[in-house]
Each structure stands twice: as structure tokens, then as C-alpha cells.
């Protein structure tokens, strides 16, 4: 079940009346966003609550910074924040340093639990509450507990603790740095002019009959890119329009035609329109299981933003090309490229162009081909 539709359990309070460290370095130790315990320290000396969003991003794995000009100059880092909890099956989210929180920003993790669901623990290294956790929790189930080994089960969401020395963070490796070049991201440069519908539109499942299919991913390349598309970005609609490109060899275009109701029922479905028939047709795209929670994030990120457009928006096409070479994930590139370290782009699709403009310029001119 999807965490935006499960209700949220009570608020688990843990009262670490000595501030003793085993309860901190037990939270810590939880902390696995993989499988979707997140345990948030927030950063000292802030009281924003945009600070407080930006510090969950970095929890996340991903950069707190959100790249594009929004409305009134406000990056929406709380509608991103929960965008991405809300794709988690499971979650659970520990909060260090509660009592330092203040008013506002205790409002905001409270309507981060009520909007997703997800389980809550606030932990407050001090005798006694302070007057915003304790007007903030008033009216909220809630339950409370000073005992280490209760308050390790919220940690770990009732799941053993680990035991033993924990691994170290590792170096990244030299394949972990490396490009990785992708066919499948050759048109995402392109020349169409593809069009979304203005009216009532049933896309039929696609058949590839106009182009060829992107090559299929191995498991240690779909593994790879997904870490490499969560770090390096926290914006959902730029990732998860990376993610389908890679996946369909869409053009940017292409990607403007899809709104937040052509996703299909738990993200296993994604239409795009072409009304005019200039690439596939309206045609529905099957989405397997690694690339859903990045357009299930990216869903609620519309919703929770107002917006129609799931995938991008017009003024978008430079920052999906920079989150691309963020990642370090790049079309096929001439034997020579033009500069050095840098991606050249269009080179498939201007290879594509000059080939017809040659058979043009011969006797007895083809009609355009349909991709």
C-alpha cells in the first residue's frame, strides 16, 4: 500500500532524560533509506523550516537544493521531501534533537505524518519537555517512553537491530565515476515536433513499428543508475523523467506530453501523445518495478505542487541534460567529441538529419520517414 493512503500510528516520543549517547548513536545507527528508516539530525543553529526540509533531502541521499525558478522564488523542498517519502513502500522517520525544534517546524513533520503516513519518532534529550513539543503533541496521539530497548524498536520500526561493528562508508569506486553511455538517450536532443492531445485520448499499448526499441538494461546497470539518479537530484519530475527516457528513448518532447493522468494505476503504465503520429502514435509504455517509485514521487510531487505536467516542463530541458551528466549517464558520443569532458548531445540526431537531407538532395525525394 502506498504510504500517502496508510493511516499514521501514533507519535512515539522518546524521552532521553540525560541526553545519554547510546540513544543517539541507536538512532544513527538505524538510519537506512534504502529501506526506508530515515533518521533526520537536524542542523544546528537553523530555525527555518525550509532549513528543516533541506536537512530531510540530505537524509534522503540527495542534494537539498531544488535546480528551477518556482513561484515567488520558493523551492518547494517540503513537497519534494514528502514527494519521495510518500514513493517508499515502507518508512519510518527518527528525529534527533526534538526539543530544539521549534513550533513551525514541529507543524511541519506533524504534516509530513498526516500527508504520507509515515511512522514518527520525536526524541528529546532533556528531563522535561519544552513548551513547542509539548503544544505541538497536545492534540496528537502520541505515546512516550525513557527506556532504551522500546525506544530501539521505533528506531529500527520493529524490525532486529544490527549488531556488530557497522560497515564504513566506502570510497567510490572508479566504476562508480565513470559514464555510462546509454542509446537510448540519443533522442533526447531532438528535432520532433510532437504535440500533446487537446481532447479525449485512449493510447494503445506500443508496438515499436516506426522505431527501434531501447536496448534492455542489465540488473547491475538498472542498480547503478537508480543510486546515481537519487543522489543526484531531489527533485522527483526531473528524475523520474530521466528514468523514462532511459527507458522508452523519449525525446524532450515527448516528455512534455505527459500529465500527472497518464500514469497508470501503482506506476506499472506511462502514456505519452502524439496525436499527429509523428513518432509512435499515442502509445502506452509498460514501466517495470525499478524505475515506479521514481514516478510515484514524481505524481505526488505534481499534486502536491498543483501541477499538471508529470514529467517536465518546457524551460526544463537544461537541467534534465545537467541532472543527466550529474549522473554520469550520456548519449553515444562522436569518436571525437567536441571539447573535452564535455557531452555532445544531438550528434545521433544530426547524424540522422544530414542522412535525410542527403537522400533529399537525390533524384525521386523520399517522404519523411514516421519514427
Sequence with gaps: MNAAHRAAPPVALVMDRYDDVAHTHAALAAHDPAVGRITLHPGPGTTSDTALAHDLLAALGKPPLLPGRFPAGRQPAWEAATAWIAALPAARLTVLRAHRLTTRRLECLLHLRD?????????????????????????????????????????????????????????????????????????????????????????????????????????????????RIHQATAHPRLAAALATTLLTRASFQQLLTVRAEDLGPDAATLAFHDPARYTDGCAVHPIPAWARPFLRAAASFAALTDSRELLARQDERPHILRLAENARVRPTQPPQPARAGGVVWDWAERGQAERYETLLSRPGKPSRPRR
Design 115 to 227: 500527508t504520507t503516513g509515515i511512522p514518527l519518532t520525536l526524541v528529546c534529550h532533556r528531563p522535561h519537555l519544552t513548551t513547542a513539543l509539548h503544544r505541538a503533541l497536545h492534540p496528537v496521539p502520541h505515546t512516550v517512553t525513557s527506556d532504551l530497548d522500546t525506544a530501539r524498536s521505533h528506531y529500527y520500526d520493529g524490525t532486529p537491530a544490527a549488531t556488530g561493528p557497522q560497515p564504513l562508508a566506502q570510497t567510490p569506486t572508479a566504476s562508480a565515476v565513470r559514464w555510462m553511455t546509454i542509446p537510448a538517450l540519443d533522442r533526447l536532443v531532438s528535432y520532433d515536433s510532437t504535440q500533446p492531445c487537446t481532447g479525449p485520448c485512449t493510447p494503445a499499448p506500443i508496438d515499436w513499428r516506426h522505431r527501434p526499441p531501447p536496448r534492455p538494461l542489465t540488473e547491475a546497470a538498472v542498480r547503478e543508475i537508480t543510486r
